[in-house]
C-alpha cells in the first residue's frame, strides 16, 4: 500500500474516510473554497467526474479557508454550495489547512511529493493533484487550470 492510500480524512458528513477505499482508482484531490473566483471549477471538477466516474476516476474535493477567507461556511453552508449550486457529487471532506504546521497530511503528502512553484506551498484556492491508480502522485495543476484542461492527463493516466 502506498502512502497515499494509508492517509484518512473525515468526510464534510463527519465521517472517517480512508484513501485506501480509493486504491485502484484514479484520484483527483482539489482543495476547494464557496467565495472564489475559482469556485464555478466545482462544474468542470463534476463534468470530468461524471464523464469518467465509470473508468475509475474519482475527484476528492478538500473545502480550505486560509486563501482570502473564501471557505467562512461550516459543513451545511459548504454542502449547499457545492451541491445545489454545483450539482457536485463527487466526495466532498471537512475544511482543512492546506498550509502552515497544521497541513492536513493528505495536502502535506501531495505537497512533499509534487512541490509546485511555491515549493512546498499551495499557492491558492482550486490547486488540483492528479494521483494515480497505485497511490502515486502524477502530476499537479494550478488554480487557474481549469479542469478542462486536465482531460488530457487523466485519459492518459486511465489508459495506461
Not at 465521517?15 to 482508482?25: H, P, R, T, V
Not at 473566483?37 to 466516474?53: I, N, R, V
Not at 509546485?116 to 494521483?131: H, Q, Y
Request: hydrophobic residues 40%.
Amino acid at each position: 500500500m502506498t502512502a497515499f492510500h494509508q492517509l484518512t480524512a473525515t468526510s464534510l458528513g463527519g465521517e472517517l474516510i480512508s484513501m485506501a477505499d480509493y486504491a485502484g482508482k484514479l484520484v483527483v484531490v482539489v482543495n476547494t473554497a464557496s467565495h472564489c473566483g475559482f469556485t464555478p471549477q466545482y462544474a468542470g471538477l463534476e463534468a470530468l467526474y461524471k464523464k469518467y466516474a465509470a473508468q475509475g476516476l474519482v475527484v476528492l474535493g478538500f473545502p480550505c479557508n486560509q486563501f482570502g477567507k473564501q471557505e467562512p461556511g461550516g459543513a451545511d453552508d459548504i454542502a449547499q454550495t457545492c451541491h445545489i449550486n454545483y450539482g457536485v457529487s463527487f466526495p466532498m471532506f471537512g475544511k482543512v489547512e492546506v498550509n502552515g504546521n497544521a497541513t492536513h497530511p493528505v495536502f502535506r503528502y501531495l505537497k512533499d511529493a509534487l512541490p509546485g512553484v511555491l515549493g512546498g506551498r499551495i499557492k491558492w484556492n482550486f490547486t488540483k493533484f492528479l494521483i494515480g491508480r497505485d497511490g502515486k502522485p502524477l502530476k499537479r495543476f494550478a488554480p487557474f487550470t481549469p479542469p478542462e484542461k486536465m482531460e488530457a492527463a487523466i485519459r492518459a493516466a486511465l489508459e495506461s
